[in-house]
């Protein structure tokens, strides 16, 4: 009767174990869901430079569209800039 006892407790431990961790990974997929899809939809972008020095960095941005081999050398907080978008858009636009 002893030992059926003690069972019993370690079978009734062992289900509040399972329902917990049953509830965390249900929270744990909630938030991967959640902040997945709001991260794949942000339109990517590069993170923010936060180093001054890195942002001051030369960068040598190259056209793989452009078969002369041409290059801009660029400084990296202005990789992103609106002016470099529209050089190369407006090279697209005159191979459409």
Known sequence: MKQL???KKAQ???NAEVN??????????AQINNGGM???KSGGG???IKDPKRAQELV??????NGSGLSH???RRNL????TRSSSQSDGSADA
Not at 60 to 65: A, E
Not at 80 to 83: G, K, Q
């Open 60 to 65: 040598i941005v190259r056209d793989p569209r």
């Open 46 to 48: 590069r993170k923010p």
């Open 12 to 14: 009734k431990a062992a």
């Open 73 to 75: 050398i660029v400084r």
């Open 80 to 83: 992103n800039s609106s002016a």
């Open 5 to 7: 006892d003690e069972a």
């Open 20 to 29: 917990s961790l049953k509830t965390q990974v249900a929270a744990l997929v």
């Open 38 to 40: 709001t991260r794949s």
